[in-house]
């Protein structure tokens, strides 16, 4: 069963360090997302990437955060200069064409993002 | 705006119990869809559900079953006959018809059962 995979699982940063997050979204799927979830609080929408360009950000995704699809299987979240409060889990997304709209969205498993 | 609201924070049950996991939503769409994810301790997403706003009828799946209603905006999740691998955080979730919408999660219920 296809499946969106991220990687690392677990990255551990300093203060101050850019990040990068990589996913490879289900081969066939148009839209991408990233989603972050603060240790035991609630999934909450970043980003989301359609025809390459983001199409929708959340008031969490500012200046410090940008994605890409540099070529054509990967996209990347960066963070360009963390701190402390970006630790979290962050989830990449995929969900089919139009035609399927009404899909929930594919998660990864997550990259667990520590800033020390 | 949309919003989900699952009042439940924790909820502790000793196997075998039913418990009812209850979501209220928020939205000025006529045409959306209501999901729900499970979150095990390993911390992946995991999709359980996915319900269009205009079919109103309950669904059932082995031991899960879910309860639409439009009138009172409220898609409550009931585990018939708990057991412990359903211990995990259960999350509800919105979005609009558009395509590409991103998901309004709820805060969360952390399900505990107990042996």
């Known amino acids: 069963e296809p499946e969106v995979t991220q990687t690392p699982s677990h990255q551990v940063t300093q203060m101050g360090q850019e990040v990068i997050l990589r996913c490879v979204p289900i081969?066939?799927?148009?839209?991408f997302y990233w989603y972050r979830q603060i240790l035991g609080q609630k999934v909450e929408f970043l980003v989301s990437f359609y025809n390459n360009e983001i199409s929708e950000k959340s008031e969490i995704f500012d200046d410090q955060f940008s994605v890409e699809r540099p070529d054509g299987s990967n996209f990347t979240l960066k963070i360009r200069s963390t701190k402390l409060e970006d630790s979290a889990m962050y989830f990449c997304?995929?969900?089919?064409?139009?035609?399927?709209?009404?899909?929930?969205?594919?998660f990864g498993q997550g990259t667990r993002l520590t800033v020390v | 705006a949309q919003k989900v609201t699952q009042a439940q924070t924790e909820i502790s049950v000793v196997e075998k119990e039913d418990v009812t996991l209850d979501c209220v939503y928020e939205t000025r769409d006529t045409t959306y869809y209501l999901f729900w994810y499970k979150q095990p301790p390993s911390g992946e997403l995991v999709f359980l559900i996915r319900?269009?706003?205009?079919?109103?009828q309950n669904e059932i799946s082995g031991r899960y079953s879910w309860n639409f209603q439009k009138s009172t905006s409220s898609f409550n999740f009931t585990i018939t006959a708990s057991q412990v691998v359903d211990s995990a955080v259960y999350f509800c979730a919105l979005r609009r018809e558009t395509s590409g919408s991103r998901l309004t999660f709820g805060e969360g219920t952390q399900l505990t059962v107990n042996p």
């Open positions: 081969s066939n799927h148009l839209y």
């Open positions: 319900r269009n706003s205009f079919d109103e």
């Open positions: 997304a995929s969900t089919p064409t139009a035609t399927h709209s009404s899909f929930g969205a594919f």
